[in-house]
């Protein structure tokens, strides 16, 4: 049995009425209520086949929604669907892998002093190796020049050059080689490592700075984290709808590429094309229901200069500033609200 109730809202209480009464066996079996594509409302204790694939609620004896099932998805928002996913399993793991290395950093270094000393001592340690490498490069360059020597003693004399002395300065030949390989190597080594720590020591001031000038809290520590990342955490769900029409309009000012996505959930430009283009997307996290988040991911061409964008100074400075952004795009909405309001 089913009763349909036309576009006209205030019919519906009168037909749930209308079931209570006339039917109230059936109803205290089970209820649907749901609307087609016509905007044709619908109450009944089954769902013909050719309705399931409408959103619909199911409701107790006192017309409360008890439970509901959103309407299928078509192929293309089933795709949509995975692809936000996958994007905010990527997002989810870079913040749970800047988490766990600032974690680490804090749990490491006590103060700033202390990883500053750690800088100098490695440094120290790597140039002491360099000394080694550069020490031994000479000694087989003198070692070398002492056998061309003798090989050309042997020419100026008319003798044959020995073929052992011809196979020992092909041989410290190659061991000179490689002792310009070792020490290119350790230049790159040595260079990484100096830009891991500076990055780290930035890092460990921006996790450990107060206002005072003094270690913050954890919880201060976590909101400089959320800016580096381009994480905004929302205070609840009304600031979260605002923060996400305001993170729109971010993407749309400072993408280079034009539109793609635009849901609910993710607003994403379209995929770079050019070494120089950055492409962004935000997306809303839900780990936490009472807090929500908003996260920001810098995209850019998979190709060599496409990389070094999005590590350079550019990118970043995008991403740190999302944050802020929101901030100060709320904070304008509410003294405009204030103002309205004669606060």
Same mark, same amino acid.
């Given at each position: 049995?089913?009763?349909? %109730? ?8 009168? #037909? ?83 988490? #766990? ?19 100098? $001592? ?29 090989? #050309?003693?042997?020419?100026? $004399? ?53 206002? %005072?000038?003094? /270690?913050?809290?954890?919880? $201060? ?11 905004? %955490? ?26 793609? /996505? ?6 994403? %430009? ?74």
């Amino acid at each position: 049995m089913s009763v349909r %109730s036309g576009k006209l809202v205030w019919l519906l209480p009168l #037909a749930v009425a209308y079931w209570l009464v006339a039917a109230p066996a059936a109803y205290a079996k089970k209820m649907y209520r749901w609307v087609d594509e016509n905007g044709n409302v619908y109450f009944s204790d089954q769902v013909p086949p050719d309705q399931v694939k409408h959103k619909r609620e199911t409701l107790n004896q006192d017309a409360r929604i008890l439970d509901s099932v959103d309407k299928a998805k078509s192929a293309e928002e089933l795709a949509q669907q995975q692809r936000l996913q996958s994007l905010r399993r990527e997002q989810n793991k870079l913040i749970e892998k800047q988490a #766990a290395s600032d974690k680490v950093l804090l749990a490491t270094y006590r103060t700033l002093d202390d990883i500053n000393r750690a800088f100098e $001592n490695k440094m120290a340690l790597m140039d002491g190796k360099q000394r080694v490498l550069e020490g031994n490069k000479q000694r087989l360059e003198q070692q070398l020049l002492q056998q061309q020597q003798q090989a #050309a003693e042997n020419e100026r $004399n008319g003798r044959t050059i020995p073929e052992k002395l011809i196979a020992d300065i092909a041989s410290t030949e190659q061991q000179i080689k490689q002792a310009d390989l070792d020490l290119q190597r350790h230049a790159v080594d040595r260079q990484a490592a100096e830009k891991e720590f500076r990055a780290d020591i930035a890092r460990f001031e921006i996790l450990t700075r107060s206002e %005072s000038g003094g /270690v913050n809290d954890a919880a $201060n520590a976590a909101v400089h984290s959320n800016d580096e990342l381009g994480l905004f %955490s929302c205070e609840n769900t009304e600031i979260c709808e605002n923060a996400w029409a305001i993170a729109g309009q971010f993407v749309r000012e400072f993408a280079t590429t034009g539109p793609d /996505v635009d849901t609910e959930l993710l607003i994403m %430009s379209a995929p770079p094309i050019n070494d120089n283009d950055i492409g962004l997307s935000v997306s809303r996290l839900g780990q936490e229901p009472d807090k929500p988040q908003i996260f920001l991911d810098v995209r850019c061409k998979n190709s060599t200069v496409g990389k070094e964008l999005c590590a350079s100074d550019r990118a970043q400075t995008i991403r740190k500033n999302f944050v802020g952004y929101i901030q100060l795009r709320l904070s304008t909405q509410q003294q405009g609200a204030d103002t309205l309001i004669g606060k």
